[in-house]
């Protein structure tokens, strides 16, 4: 069974500080990771994909890459009460880019 | 950005009902999926599609079908609804290749309860 495990939190950081969610998953062929975010009630928005080990940077969103751990990690700078949301990491599973496995999802909360 | 359109966004229905759930995106996008989500569990996928006349299930074992007539089209159909399908459906679709690179964009979703 692949599997795509995140702490489901929720994580609480303050405004302006550094909120850091963590994912890993079973299937070492896994080539292409995403984030998205998905507030109460709506879809997912992708806001993240990564392909290669090392660190991808957007803007305040950095992600992190290490297959040889099977890890991947979403850190978000200078957090606003608007990132306050869920998180979701998904793992492309087959060559054909069909099969997303998602996780549970992050639940993150950002203080004023 | 893909521009994708679920209707309808709500849905209240009874026990035995037939229904249909649109979804449309207008990137003309090749790929088309049907995920399924219950409140604060993951999404799980129920059907997909790689282009026109080609439909495929999913992990998640689902009593619903689909089809694919024309690319910008990928309706779900459930010929006779239970409580059990109760639940949020969402649409999604990527750009052609045989990549696993394939970014997925999601619709906004059609929140279905069958009384």
């Known amino acids: 069974q692949k599997e795509v495990e995140q702490n489901s939190g929720p994580l609480s950081v303050p405004e302006g500080a550094i909120a850091s969610l963590n994912c890993t998953y079973s299937d070492r062929v896994s080539q292409s990771f995403f984030w998205y975010r998905q507030y109460s009630g709506k879809s997912p928005e992708l806001i993240m994909s990564i392909y290669s080990n090392g660190d991808k940077e957007d803007g305040r969103f950095t992600a992190q890459l290490n297959k040889a751990s099977q890890y991947v990690s979403l850190l978000i700078r200078d957090s606003q009460p608007s990132d306050s949301a869920t998180y979701l990491c998904?793992?492309?599973?087959?060559?054909?880019?069909?099969?997303?496995?998602f996780g549970k999802g992050t639940t993150l909360s950002v203080s004023s | 950005e893909a521009d994708i359109y679920q209707t309808p966004r709500y849905l209240v229905i009874g026990t035995g009902k037939k229904i249909t759930l649109e979804c449309s995106q207008t990137m003309g996008h090749d790929k088309m999926y049907w995920y399924q989500q219950d409140p604060g569990m993951e999404l799980h996928l129920i059907h997909y599609?790689?282009?026109?006349?080609?439909?495929e299930k999913g992990d998640l074992s689902s009593e619903s079908t689909v089809s694919r007539i024309r690319t910008e089209h990928f309706p779900l159909t459930l010929e006779s609804a239970r409580p059990s399908h109760t639940s949020q459906y969402l649409c999604?679709?990527?750009?052609?290749?045989?990549?696993?690179?394939?970014?997925?964009?999601f619709g906004p979703g059609t929140r279905l309860t069958v009384l």
């Open positions: 999604a679709s990527s750009e052609s290749s045989f990549s696993s690179y394939n970014e997925q964009f």
């Open positions: 998904a793992v492309n599973v087959n060559q054909a880019g069909t099969a997303l496995i």
């Open positions: 599609s790689y282009g026109v006349n080609s439909t």
